[in-house]
T-cell receptor
């Protein structure tokens, strides 16, 4: 049973446009959500997070939105750059443990 | 600034062999984690630790063992390697709100 789902395995976006990556979860006990970025042959790197008491968090070009009633979060990247091309994972936490989605491969076209 | 280091980077094991994947962090984090990532999949939690002497099972613990005798080190032991354990293994350390990942160990069992 996949508690955290990223239903789009891949996404292509033109440079300068907005990239929107989506993530759905099923467990209402999750209270903290994170996004990670992963390049090939490297470990994931932390990007941005959001607590369940908020509905939005911004950090530069990256914004995460949380809709608790829909159990849905999204990562917006504006403007998208070729260096953003990577696999993006969302993760949810309710205790010490994290449950990861399967990832979305973002390709930003120059 | 070492962060999280993992050794070895690559390893090929024969079925039935054993090995230990090493993980060390220099950030004085209490929480440490082991994940595996299979092709096209997200990260699955194998084991985690909330402090020296304390470990607990994650989503996929079968076939693995861990120990945490110091804050810095969190080795993962594979006993009787099986082809199903072919994967990329990531160690991470951090808090409930952020994790720092090592570069990974690519393990092939044939």
């Amino acid at each position: 049973d996949q508690q955290v789902k990223q239903n789009s395995p891949s996404l292509s976006v033109q440079e300068g446009r907005i990239s929107i990556l989506n993530c759905d979860y099923t467990n209402s006990m999750f209270d903290y959500f994170l996004w990670y970025k992963k390049y090939p042959a490297e470990g994931p790197t932390f990007l941005i997070s959001i607590s369940s008491i908020k509905d939005k968090n911004e950090d530069g070009r990256f914004t995460v939105f949380l809709n608790k009633s829909a159990k849905h979060l999204s990562l917006h990247i504006v403007p998208s750059q070729p260096g953003d091309s990577a696999v993006y994972f969302c993760a949810a936490s309710g205790t010490y443990k994290y449950i990861f989605g399967t990832g979305t491969r973002l390709k930003v076209l120059a | 600034n070492a962060g999280v280091t993992q050794t070895p980077k690559f390893r090929i094991l024969k079925i039935g062999q054993s090995m230990t994947l090493q993980c060390t962090q220099d950030m004085n984090h209490n929480y440490m984690y082991w994940y595996r990532q299979d092709p096209g999949m997200g990260l699955k939690l194998i084991y985690y630790s909330v402090g020296a002497g304390i470990t607990d099972k994650g989503e996929v613990p079968n076939g693995y063992n861990v120990s945490r005798s110091t804050t810095e080190d969190f080795p993962l032991r594979l006993e009787l390697a099986a082809p199903s354990q072919t994967s990329v293994y990531f160690c991470a350390s951090g808090s409930q709100y952020e994790q720092y990942f090592g570069p990974g160990t690519r393990l092939t069992v044939t």
